[in-house]
């Protein structure tokens, strides 16, 4: 863990530095005024082509039950994100994400209903072929997972190596999720960089 003075912000470049180098951003509260540097000795990521989800997630799907689109509340996204009891989005984070948002490296995808209400949604971080997974929420039924059904389209559909987690955790082992060594990250890492992808829907 690497300490990260105060700002109001860090700079993209900055970022994408802490990104590029297997270190990600955390605060401890929402109105922390502090941004660490976390990595991990073990390493969560998706395989693109092992992700899977429920019969009753397609389901959904299917049936068209939500409308998703990318990119047009960012910030919004990472605000229901942050919005919990307990949260490492800090709003400098937010402040500084937006900004890497604007540089077109950060992404949200953003499940409304029928009427237009955003209901779920993930955000993440790419670079090269890489994507770093964030943060996801959900105010209606299984629109979280359907947030991640439909950014593993989009990396697949585009041609992204890595999507990383951060973290293994239970709940996302239901999708495929799996642990590796920090030196096997590193090397998936160093070798998703090294081509480029874009994050786009259609």
Not at 136 to 152: G, P, Q, R, S
């Amino acid at each position: 863990m690497q300490s990260f003075s105060k700002n109001r912000i860090v700079p993209p470049e900055v970022l994408l530095n802490g990104y590029r180098n297997g270190i990600f951003p955390m605060s401890e509260s929402r109105d922390d005024e502090s941004v660490r540097w976390y990595s991990a000795r073990q390493r969560g990521i998706i395989p693109v082509e092992k992700f899977r989800v429920s019969s009753n997630v397609r389901r959904i799907i299917r049936q068209g039950r939500y409308n998703c689109q990318i990119n047009t509340c960012f910030r919004r996204v990472m605000e229901e994100c942050a919005d919990r009891n307990t949260t490492w989005i800090s709003d400098i984070i937010i402040h500084s994400f937006e900004m890497l948002h604007l540089a077109g490296h950060a992404h949200s995808v953003e499940i409304f209903d029928e009427d237009e209400n955003l209901v779920g949604g993930s955000y993440g971080v790419s670079l090269g072929s890489a994507f770093f997974g964030e943060s996801i929420f959900k105010k209606a039924t299984e629109a979280d997972k359907v947030a991640l059904w439909h950014t593993h389209q989009i990396l697949k559909k585009n041609g992204f190596t890595l999507w990383d987690t951060q973290f293994y955790t239970d709940h996302l082992s239901q999708f495929g999720c799996i642990e590796i060594s920090s030196e096997e990250y590193r090397r998936r890492l160093n070798k998703a960089l090294k081509k480029s992808a874009d994050f786009r829907y259609r």
